[in-house]
């Protein structure tokens, strides 16, 4: 499986984006897919999830604010982000991964698939 991520950029505080994460090699139906994000001189932290297709999981963070949702058709999933702050700063990523079991979905290292992350830079 291979996974790419983008949409990415810079964007004032209060701006939108939307992450697009696309699967080559197996489609993500009823698959869970996460988004992480890393700043630096941190570590790689939980943004959202969904579940086999189904329900969606957020870091509190971005309750509100961050959409995830998938298009099976074309095997891409989504992380809308709105109302965008300075510290939602980060590379972001998507993983997926086959065998993961739900109390792991929100473990960066419980996934074993992932794109090659995608800047995202908020202005103040």
């Known amino acids: 499986v291979q996974l790419q991520a983008s949409g990415g950029g810079l964007v004032q505080a209060g701006g939108s984006l939307r992450l697009s994460c696309a699967a080559s090699?197996?489609?993500?139906?009823?698959?869970?897919v996460g988004w992480f994000r890393q700043a630096p001189g941190k570590e790689r932290e939980f943004v959202a999830a969904?579940?086999?297709?189904?329900?969606?999981y957020y870091t509190d963070s971005v309750k509100g604010r961050f959409t995830i949702s998938g298009d099976n058709a074309k095997s891409l999933v989504y992380l809308q982000m709105n109302s965008l702050r300075p510290e939602d700063t980060a590379v972001y990523y998507c993983?997926?991964?086959?065998?993961?079991?739900?109390?792991?979905?929100?473990?960066?290292?419980?996934?074993?698939?992932w794109g090659q992350g995608t800047q995202v830079t908020v202005s103040s």
């Open positions: 969904i579940w086999r297709g189904g329900n969606t």
């Open positions: 993983a997926t991964d086959p065998n993961i079991i739900l109390s792991s979905v929100r473990m960066f290292r419980s996934y074993k698939y």
């Open positions: 090699g197996r489609t993500f139906s009823r698959q869970t």
